[in-house]
C-alpha cells in the first residue's frame, strides 16, 4: 500500500519543512512550538542533525526510536539543558525564541519536561518545592501566588489526578521513591505548573501496568484544547493508553517517518530496520531536507 | 614558640589579664579551679600556641587569635535575644562574664546544682578518661577560667535547657566551662548557642560524664561573624547502656575549632554524632573528634559536613580507637563536602586505629560540587539558579540541623547559617 507522498510521487528533497507536507488536524490551532533544522552536539558529538517538528495547540505527539537516536537530547534540549549546544536551527514557542531563555525562564513561560529519569534531592522537602516551583509559575502568568495553606488545598486535590498518597509531599523530592511514585510525582508537578507544551520523556519507563494506567490516565486529565503534549517513548503500550495524534520516528538524530497512531503500531510489528532503510535513502538527501513519509 | 614572638607576647597579655580575677566558683571551692589553673598557666607558657609542624594543628593556625584584644570580655548589657525567644518548653539561660548563670533561676526538676565536693572530685576526670588532659584548648580554658557551671541531672528532665553565649560586639575573651553529671537513667536535651560578631574568642569546655542508661541530647549551635574565635573542647564519658547524641553546627567564625572526645569507658554505649561547618572568606572550621571504645559492643554512628565557599577552609580529622578489648564495635564514620567555588578546601581526614579483630567499622569522606543535574531539575521547575543552589544547600545542610536539639528552632539555624554565613 503505498503511502500518500509515495502515491503523489513527490520528490521529498524538494521540501525544507514536513509541515508543508503533514496534514495537520486543527489548521487554525495556536502553534505553540515550532522547531526547525535543529542541530545539536554534547561536547563535540554531534546528536540532533536537523529536527523540525511543529506542535499545536490541542495536539498530543510522540516521538519513537532506537537508544541513542537523539529522542531525550531533544526533551533536554528544549527544556534548557546546559549540557547541549545547539548548533544550528530554531526552536520557536508561542512565536518567541525560545532557544534564548534560561531553563527557568522556559519553565516559567510552560514549558515542562517530564524527566525519564527524576533526580533525587534529600533534604529538600517535596512540599516546598513544589510550592516555590507552582508560585514561580504563577507570578509569570500574571496571577496570585499562593501561600502555605492555600497551595495545600491545590496540591491536596491535584494529587488526585495521579491517585498519590499525600505522604509523599512530607518526604524530600524523589528520595526513596520507587520508579512510579517518582513518575507520579513529575505528572503532579505537571498537574501543578500547566504547561502549555508538556514534555514527557519516558514516561513510561519503569512503570509496572497499573502504575502506567495510573499515570497515562493523568496525563490524559491534563491534555486540553490549549496545550500540547511530546511523548517522548520506546512503547506502544503507552500509546495504548495516551492516543497520539501524530507518531514521529527518530533516527540518527533526525526525525525520519512521521505518521498517525498506526505508525507506532507498524514500529511494534516490524522493529526499527526498515526505518534504517529509510535512514540510508535519507543520508541522500541529507543536504537538503530529512526523508519524510506519511503512512 | 620564642619568648619575643606576636603569639607569645598575645598569650601573656591574656594570661595576664586573667590572672587577678578568680571569682568563687560556682558552687566550687575556688582553689581547685586555682590549682588547676596554675598548673596550665605554667605549661602554656612554657610551650606556647600549637605550631602548624604539630600533626593535630597542620591545617589549623592559631594566628587569628593574636588579633583578639586581651581583655576580658564583658557580658553585654542587653543579654536577652528580642529576635530570638525562647522557646516556650526551654529554660534559657546566658552565660559568661562573672554572673552565675543560675542566679535567680528555678531549675526544673531533675536539675541541680552539682555539689561542690561532686566538683571537686569529678572537675578533670572527664577529660582524663576521655585522654584529652593535654588538649591544648583544655589546658587553654583551665588557664583563665575562674568559674564552672557544674549541674547534675537525676531523672528525666522534661524541660530542655538551652546555655546562651552571646559575646555580640564586644571584644575580647570568654572562657567557660561546664561540668555535667547524668545519673543513671537520667536524660537531658541541652543546646549550648554560641554567637559573636566581633573580634572575640570564646574558649568553652564541657565535661559530662553519662552514667548507665543515662541520655544525653547535645546540640552546640555557634554563629559566629568577622573575626570572632571559638574554640571548643567537648568531652563525654560514656557508661554501658548510655546514649549520646551531640550535633554541632558552626558557621560564620574568622576560626573555629571543636573537639568532641568520647570515651566509652566499658563499651556497650551508643554515641551519635553530627557535624556542621560552614565556612566561606578566608575563614577556617576545623573539627578534632575522638571516640575510643575501652570494651566491647560499644555503637558509633558519625557524620560529618561541610560547605565552604570562597578562600573557605573546613579540616574534619575523625579518630575513632577499638582496642583489643572493644570486640563487637559497630563503628560508622562518614565525611561529606560541598565545595562551592575552585579556592574552597576540605581536608577530611579519617584515623581508625582498630586492633579488636570482631568489629565491623566503616569510614568513608566524598567531596562534591552542586550537582548540576539536581540544579537543572529544580531550574526546569522555575526556580532560578541562585534559588536552585539555595535549596540544594539547606537540603544538604538540613540532615545536620534536623539533629539539633528540637529548642534550636528558635534560632532559626539554617537562614542564620546560610544567608548569614553564605549571602549570594
Redesign the interface.
Known sequence: MPTILESLDLDCSLFHSYSLLFPVIRPDATILLEIRNLHAKVGDQPILKGVDLTLRAGEIHAVMGRNGSGKSTLSKLL?????YTVTAGTVHYKGEDLLTL???E???AGV??G?QY??E????SNLE?LR??TN??RV?QGVEELDTFAFEDLVRERLKVVQMDPAFLER?VNEGFSGGEKKRNEIL?MAL?EPLVAILDETDSGLDIDALRIVSAGVNQLATPDNCILLITHYQRLLDEITPDFVHVMAAGRILRTGGKELALELERRGYDWIDEGLESSDQVDSIAPALEVV | MSPGSASAVWLESVLRVFEPSLPAAVGATAGDLAQSRTAARDHLRRLGLPPTRQEAWRFTSLAPLIAVPPRVLPMPEQAFEPNHPPASKALRLYWGGDRDPLAGVDLPEGLSRLETSVQDALLGTVLQTAGTTDSWLARFNAALVGQVLALRVRGRVALPLELVSDCGQETGVRPLRLLLLLEEDASLELLQVHRASDTSLTTVVVEAQLAPRSRLRHGVLAQGAGASCLLAHLAFSQSPASELDLTTVVGGWGLVRLEPAISQVMGAAATRLRGLQVARDRQIADLHSLVRFEGPEGQLDQLQKAVVDDAGRSIFHGAVQVPQAAQRTSASQLSRNLLLCDRARVDAIPQLEIVADDVRCTHGATVTRLQQEELFYLRSRGLGSDQAARLLLEGFCDEILASLPESASSWDPAAALLRKALPR
Request: proline share 14%.
Open positions: 527544556a534548557g539543558h546546559p549540557a534560561a531553563p527557568e522556559r519553565a516559567r515542562f519536561l524527566f527524576p533526580v534531592i534529600p533534604g529538600v518545592f516555590v516551583a514561580s509559575r509569570a524530600s508537578q505548573l
